[in-house]
Structure formats: C-alpha cells, structure tokens
C-alpha cells in the first residue's frame, strides 16, 4: 500500500457499518481490566467501561452500558459540563457505524436527548463537539459547510479526533465529504506510526513466567552406605594404630617421620584423586548432554507442554544460527544441547500451570546464549575448566608413590618386630581400608557432583534472571488500546480509499457501507478480561453499496506491519441478493453468509476458519466466558450491523436504496424539529 499522489478526492457519501476490531493491548500482566464490569457497578462505573469500549470500537457495547447508566440517573445527577461530556459520547456510541435511518424509535428518542444536553451558553470543549454533532448531521444551519470547517478547526484535540473517528463516513451532505478526505490523510499518517511495525507483536506475546532455578538432584548417598563407610573407617583405624605404633617402637623416630610423612601423603593422593576422577566423570557427563546423536523424542515429550518446549527449542535454535554455520549443520551439532534444554525447562515448569508460551522467553535466551558460546569458542568449554592439569597429574603421582613407598616401610618394619600379629593386622587394613576408601570415594563424588550442579543451576538462574528483566523491560512498549484500535481503524480507511479509487466513485454515489473483519490464516490471538478476540492477521470483507447494487472488496491483513493484500473484487445487483443470514451457536454469532441468486456464497467464518497459530491468554475460557467473547468480538467485527443492512437489502431489493434516502431525510427533519428552541 502506497500513500495516494497528489491531493485526495472527496469521497463517498457514506453510510453503514462502523465496527473496527481494536487490538487490546492491555497487559495482561496488570491487575488493570479496562472492559470488566464489576458486580453492583454503579452508573459513573458502567459509564466509564462504556466509553472503553467505545473507544475499543465495540459500539454496540459502549451503547448499552452508556444508555444503562443514563437510565439508573447518572446524567441527572452531574454537573452541566459533565453532562455535556456524558451526551457527547452517548451521541457517539449512538450513531457510531450508523446513519439516522439506521437508528430505532428508542435509540433516536436517546439521540435526541443526548444532542439536547449541549449548553449554547457554554464555552466548554464538550459542548462545543455536541454541537458540531448536530451540524455534521444536517441540523439546523444546513449545508453551512464553512461553519463546520470553522468549529472543526477550533475544536478541541480529543472531540475532534472522537468525531473524526466515528462519524466521518456516517453524515449527510458536502459536510461528510471534507471530513473523509481529513480521515484518509490521518489514516496514512498514523497506520505506521509510534513504532507501530516494532511494537505490535508485543501485544501478542503472553504474560512471561519468571525464572525459575532448575531442580538439582539431591545427595544420593543412603544412611546405610554411609553408615557402612564409617564403621569401614573405624575397623581400619585399628591395624593403623597397630602397625604404626609397632613399626615406631622398632625403628625409633625415624620410623615415626616415616609414619607420619606417609599418612600426610595418603591424604593429598586421595583429595587430588577424588578431583582428577571428579572432572573425568562430569566431562563423561557433560560429553553425554552434547552428544549429536541424541534422540530429540525422549521422554519428555510425553505431555502437551513438553511438547509445547520441544517445538519452541527446534524454532529458537532454528533461528539464533552462529555467522557462518550451516543451519541444518547447527541443529545437527546441538542435538544434544536442545534435548538437556528442553527436559531442564520441562522438569523446571511442568507441575505450574504455566503455558509452553510464557517460556518462549526462556528458549530465546538459552538459544542465544549457545549462540554466543559458539562465537566465542566456549561452546564446549568444560573441558578446559574440567580437564586435569599437568602439575595436577604429577602431583597425584608424587603423592600416591610417597603413601605407598612409606606404608611399605611402615609395615615392614612392623611385621618384622611382631610377625604374626602384624601380618593379621595388615589384612585386615587391607580389607576394611579398601572398603573406606571406596566408601568415602563416591560420598566425595556425590558431594562434589551435588554442589556442581547447584553452581551450575545458580549461574543459569542468574543468567535467566537478567534475561526474563530485560524481556519484562521490552514488554513495556506494548501498544495500548487505543493505539491498537487506532492502526487497525487507518487500515480500515485506507482500505476503502483504495476501493472507491478503483472503481472510479464519487462521494454521492455511495449510499452506504459496512466491513466484516474475521481472523486470517496463521493467526495469534489474544484478548483482555470481557474483551474481544484481537488476532495478528484478519481477513477483512468491504462491502460498498451504491445506486447501481454491492461492490465487495476481499482483502487480508498483516496487521503486525500494517500491510493489506486485496485478494477479490465483487460487483453484483441488488436483486441478485438471495438471501443473508448468521449462523450462530448459543445465541452468539458464528458465520455471516449472504447467497446470491447464482447460488454463490459470501461465506465469512467470524471466529476463524483455522485453529490458533498461538492462544496467548493465561488460562483457557470456560464455555460461558468464552461465548461471552464471542459476542463482544461479534460487536468489533461488525457482524451484526452487516447482517442488519443486508437484510434489508434482501428483502426490498433495489428499493431499498430510495427508501433509505426517504428515512434519512425524514429522520433529520424530526431532529430539527425537536431541537428546535
């Protein structure tokens, strides 16, 4: 979509359907629900939750809250200047997406008394757009077309921008023209603006789960083996204290020296050896987590949101690919990498109620962060900070050769002072000692093992933490409400600019119009507490009625970068309309279809023809919530209003078009006459 070159023609006297579809873009992370009406809500509440949703484009809601407050005295008890604020937006949810014609016997009895609210006397910015109201709509000074354009310009930011939003293709008169040709040049002002291609897909990222330490498998030594390695020890001490108080009654001190340089001996072989066994065994382990050949269907793909992990570890480490490397080449090498990944957040989340999508974060982080060690060259880099040293090895050698040469001395000496009781006692240190040894061996492993993986476990922590703050940080610039409903409403204008360009049409020949807006192929989807579905992509339906019958543009939207993809163009004759209708499902709107006389269908699946690609809201809706969004999402799509003009078209054919003409008209006249002084 291009802007349009050169000045914008006036464009078509319109009138029909107004429902935009508004992206909420409420955090879902806030306790702030700005479409929630509370139980025992008084009239001031429903009153400002209406406004929300008209501002949120969900007319039809924001009418029924508004008229509901009004009628439980709301207007009645409030000041003059906030009476004209409260007419103004009843005005505005009143006639939003309709003309006068459009409007019931009681809704035009409320429009009535909401024009009627303006103070000529008063000066404030509300009044002044009550005012302007009546003008747009043909009552009293009639085509005063410089009037309008006088208190257009003079009107405050936030009456101005509320007009223009919802009235400017609704009027009667040259006054509609000026004010859609003011619509289109915003609408391309703004379809793109506040970083709208950056901040979007913010909207539809879920609530981030916070880091979480990943569990660390607890001591595995038993009381029994431990108990056993003890009592081990305590036998063993016994030959020592024979054989080395024998072997020093012979031998004198020397022998002492001897004894004692071979027990200092034993004790730095055995710490240095515990540590060289230690890194061989963690390498052995760690060469396991890297190994290629892994199989990626393991079990923690048994539950849904294992797999929901696993398929997040394919798409992240698929996308953050090291410069250089091959990807199918990366997946390969990290085979390994993305199953002790994906089995570390699954055994860390699985027993939350948190969805697979609130660790996406999660996966990114891990995923860049093999990147980056790939990068760096420490990909693997255990194995330097675990492989032994040279001087390490030398001196577990220095030191078992140092025990063994001085424990032989120290048994010689003693067998040969005592033979027999010293060759009894050797034995049985030999047995008992062997048997500590191997005790307190793998007691010293599992420790070691043990405070490794807790480092191990801390340090990711650590590094999760620093990234889910910086994820918390960027969601920040999710778009609000009105800058979600905003976009999508400058889709909507530019859209029909492009159609009425095309086929050639002038303001007048264009009696009214409406959209239906349903998800597109591969959406995601998200949506605030009694909101609608906001999806990222929309197929969107303009129907464009005129003199000579229906002009249908089809046309998808990529709403994450605001770019539209007309698909079909559709001309047919009133009378070829056959029949419309929705199907619907506990009372709320499933499908719009209209069947021409050829028998061709206009078959619009509002709730989407295709699952999700993401369903991003916390927890799933139960069935009556659901149907409740369902409805709320009916009114954004326009479904309704759409239904409503092409009944009568069915029914009255090519009549219809004068018979709207005559209700209009008549309808303007009452207006006058009941607000005449």
């Given at each position: ?5 050169g000045?914008i ?7 029909g359907?107004?429902a ?6 409420q955090n ?7 479409y ?11 009153y400002e939750?209406g406004?929300?949703?008209l501002?949120g484009?969900?007319p039809?809601t ?7 407050a009004?009628e439980n ?9 906030l009476?004209?604020e409260?007419?103004f ?28 609210t303006?103070?000529p006397?008063s000066a ?5 757009g ?8 043909g009552?009293g000074q009639?085509?005063?077309f ?5 208190k257009?310009?003079?009107l ?5 921008d509320?007009i223009?939003?919802h009235l ?5 008169s ?5 004010m ?8 391309h002002?703004?379809?793109l ?17 916070p880091?979480?330490?990943?569990p ?8 029994p083996?431990y108990l056993?390695t ?18 020093v009654q ?7 020296l001897?004894?004692?340089l071979?027990?200092l ?10 540590e060289?066994?230690?890194g ?8 396991l987590?890297?190994d ?10 048994e539950?849904?949101?294992?797999r929901?992990?696993?398929r997040?570890?394919d ?19 990290t085979t390994?990498?993305?199953c ?12 939350t ?13 891990r995923?860049?962060?093999?990147e ?10 255990y194995r ?5 040293t ?11 050769a ?5 424990g032989?001395?120290?048994v ?19 047995g ?5 040894v ?27 933490t ?9 969601l920040k610039r999710r778009?609000?409400d ?7 409403d400058?889709?909507r204008?530019?859209?029909m ?7 050639k049409?002038?303001?007048?020949e264009?009696?009214?119009?409406a ?6 192929e591969?959406y995601k ?7 609608p579905w ?6 969107i339906?303009?129907?464009l009625?005129?003199?000579d019958g ?6 998808d939207?990529?709403f ?10 559709m001309s047919?004759?009133?009378d070829?309309?056959s029949?419309?209708k929705?199907?619907?499902?506990n009372r709320?709107p499933q ?14 699946p ?8 993401q369903?991003l809201?916390n ?5 009556a919530?659901e149907?409740?969004a369902?409805?709320v ?9 759409t239904?409503?003009?092409?009944e009568?078209?069915?029914a009255?054919g090519?009549?219809w078009?004068e018979?709207?003409?005559?209700r ?8 006058t ?5």
């Amino acid at each position: 979509m291009t802007d349009p070159p050169g000045p914008i023609p006036p464009t078509a006297n319109v009138a029909g359907d107004r429902a935009t579809v508004g992206v909420q873009a409420q955090n879902l992370h806030g306790d702030v629900t700005i479409y929630q009406v509370p139980p025992g809500a008084t009239p001031r509440k429903k009153y400002e939750i209406g406004v929300n949703h008209l501002q949120g484009r969900m007319p039809d809601t924001a009418r029924r809250l508004i008229t509901d407050a009004i009628e439980n005295g709301f207007l009645d008890n409030e000041d003059e200047h906030l009476s004209s604020e409260i007419g103004f937006h009843w005005a505005l949810a009143i006639l939003s997406g309709r003309t006068l014609r459009q409007l019931s016997d009681e809704e035009f009895d409320h429009l009535q008394v909401a024009l009627g609210t303006a103070n000529p006397h008063s000066a404030d910015r509300w009044t002044e757009g009550l005012q302007l109201i009546g003008l747009l709509l043909g009552v009293g000074q009639k085509n005063d077309f410089d009037l309008v354009d006088e208190k257009f310009e003079k009107l405050d930011d936030e009456p101005h921008d509320k007009i223009l939003t919802h009235l400017e293709l609704v009027l009667e008169s040259q006054n509609q023209d000026r004010m859609w040709e003011r619509s289109v040049r915003r609408a391309h002002e703004e379809r793109l603006s506040s970083d709208r291609t950056e901040r979007v897909g913010l909207f539809f990222e879920p609530v981030p789960a916070p880091a979480r330490m990943m569990p660390v498998e607890p001591l595995g030594t038993t009381f029994p083996e431990y108990l056993g390695t003890v009592a081990s020890t305590l036998v063993a001490l016994l030959p020592v204290w024979h054989l080395g108080g024998t072997a020093v009654q012979a031998g004198g001190s020397r022998t002492g020296l001897a004894l004692f340089l071979t027990v200092l001996a034993g004790v730095c072989c055995a710490r240095k050896g515990a540590e060289l066994r230690f890194g061989k065994q963690r390498i052995r382990q760690k060469d396991l987590e890297f190994d290629t050949t892994r199989n990626l269907t393991g079990h923690a793909t048994e539950t849904g949101f294992a797999r929901g992990v696993e398929r997040l570890a394919d798409k992240y480490f698929a996308r953050y690919v090291p410069r250089g490397l091959d990807r199918d080449l990366w997946l390969k090498l990290t085979t390994g990498v993305r199953c002790r990944t994906r089995d570390n957040i699954a055994e860390t989340y699985r027993e939350t109620a948190i969805r697979h999508d609130q660790i996406a974060w999660l996966m990114r982080a891990r995923a860049s962060a093999a990147e980056r060690q790939w990068e760096t060259r420490t990909f693997q880099q255990y194995r330097q900070q675990l492989s032994p040293t040279g001087s390490a090895v030398l001196w577990f050698f220095l030191t078992s050769a140092g025990a063994v040469i001085g424990g032989l001395h120290v048994v010689t000496e003693a067998i040969r002072s005592r033979p027999m009781d010293s060759t009894w006692m050797t034995l049985l240190l030999l047995g008992a000692g062997l048997f500590a040894v191997r005790g307190w061996a793998q007691i010293d492993l599992e420790r070691r093992r043990f405070a490794a993986d807790t480092q191990e476990a801390r340090h990711l922590l650590s590094a999760d933490t620093e990234a889910y703050l910086r994820w918390k940080e960027k969601l920040k610039r999710r778009p609000d409400d009105r800058e979600m409903a905003d976009w999508l409403d400058c889709d909507r204008k530019i859209l029909m600019y492009e159609a009425t360009e095309h086929y050639k049409m002038l303001p007048g020949e264009t009696i009214a119009h409406a959209f239906i807006e349903a998800p597109g192929e591969h959406y995601k989807r998200n949506r605030v507490p009694d909101g609608p579905w906001r999806y990222s992509r929309y197929h969107i339906i303009l129907f464009l009625l005129t003199e000579d019958g229906v002009r249908q543009v089809d046309a998808d939207l990529d709403f994450k970068k605001g770019i539209l993809d007309i698909r079909q163009r559709m001309s047919y004759r009133f009378d070829a309309v056959s029949s419309v209708k929705a199907t619907q499902k506990n009372r709320i709107p499933q499908k719009f279809v209209l069947t021409l006389v050829n028998g061709t269908p206009v078959d619009v699946p509002v709730r989407g023809q295709f699952p999700p690609e993401q369903d991003l809201r916390n927890v799933p809706d139960p069935p009556a919530e659901e149907d409740a969004a369902s409805g709320v999402s009916s009114d954004a799509a326009g479904l309704r209003r759409t239904l409503h003009i092409f009944e009568g078209v069915a029914a009255e054919g090519k009549e219809w078009v004068e018979n709207e003409r005559k209700r209009g008209t008549t309808r303007v006249a009452a207006l006058t006459e009941r607000l005449a002084p």
